[in-house]
C-alpha cells in the first residue's frame, strides 16, 4: 500500500504561480512513473503532466505545455507541480498519482488538493 499526500494548493491571482508537492510512502519511489490529473467541478478528471521513473521523460498536457513543469526530488519520495502564469481556467483540485511499471492505468492517488485562480 502506497500512500500519497499533497500540499500546496490555495488561492491565487492570475498570473501568480504555485508549486505542488507530493510526498509518497514507497522505498521504491524512483521506479514508479508520477502524475499530476486535475479536476474542474462538472468536469472529468484530466492528467495534467507525467515524470517516467526516475528522472524523466516528461509529458504535458497542451493546455499546461510551457507553464508547469514536474520534477521529482528521488531524495525525498516527492513529485513536484511548479505551475506559473496560473489562469482561472487552471481552478481545480489537483491529484497525485503514482503508477506501476507496465501498468496501463494508475494505481495510488493522493486526497487531492484545491487550487483555485481568481481573475
Known amino acids: 500500500q502506497v500512500r500519497l499526500v499533497e500540499s500546496g494548493g490555495g488561492l491565487v491571482q492570475s498570473g501568480d504561480s504555485l508549486t505542488l508537492s507530493c510526498v509518497a510512502s514507497?522505498?521504491?519511489?524512483?521506479?514508479?512513473?508520477m502524475a499530476w490529473f486535475r479536476q474542474a467541478p462538472g468536469q472529468e478528471r484530466e492528467l495534467v503532466a507525467a515524470i517516467i521513473r526516475g528522472a524523466g521523460p516528461t509529458s504535458y498536457a497542451d493546455s499546461v505545455r510551457g507553464r508547469f513543469t514536474i520534477s521529482r526530488d528521488l531524495a525525498k519520495n516527492t513529485v513536484f507541480l511548479q505551475m506559473n502564469r496560473l489562469k482561472p481556467e487552471d481552478t481545480a483540485v489537483y491529484y497525485c498519482?503514482?503508477?506501476?511499471?507496465?501498468?496501463?492505468?494508475?494505481?495510488?492517488w493522493g486526497q487531492g488538493t484545491q487550487v483555485t485562480v481568481s481573475s
Open positions: 514507497t522505498r521504491a519511489f524512483s521506479h514508479f512513473t
Open positions: 498519482a503514482l503508477k506501476y511499471p507496465g501498468q496501463d492505468s494508475f494505481n495510488y
